[in-house]
Nanobody, 124 residues
């Protein structure tokens, strides 16, 4: 089993920045994909960004491209989401997830493990 612990959410003004962290523990896999999803009130959970275990390949939702950056920590145990130029519509609960497949995917059902969500609120 893999445990994912998310931290870093909070309240920020529009145009500001936040960094989310997701620390993985438990069983280690040599190849995997990590991703961030988010869910706004009344909406379905949607893909935000993904990264492969090596950190070399990334994928982003169009809505966050050029504003958000996903990265892997040096040990491969932690994935980050740097969020810049935040907009009101970025307000959501953000979730970290791990897929044991090796290809980048934005399909929620592909992800095997999920962390608890962290609330991000962007105010005007």
């Amino acid at each position: 089993q893999v445990q994912l612990v998310v931290s870093g959410g909070g309240l920020v003004q529009a145009g500001g920045s936040l960094r989310l962290s997701c620390a993985a523990s438990g069983r280690r896999y040599t190849r995997y994909t990590m991703a961030w999803f988010r869910q706004a009130p009344g909406k379905e959970r949607e893909f935000v960004a993904a990264i492969t275990w090596s950190g070399r390949d990334t994928s982003y939702a169009d809505s966050v491209k050029c504003r958000f950056t996903i990265s892997m920590g040096n040990t491969g145990n932690t994935v980050y989401l740097q969020m810049n130029s935040l907009k009101l519509e970025d307000t959501a609960v953000y979730y970290c997830a791990q897929d044991l497949g090796t290809a980048l995917t934005n399909t929620r059902e592909r992800y095997n493990y999920w962390g608890q969500g962290t609330q991000v609120i962007v105010s005007s």
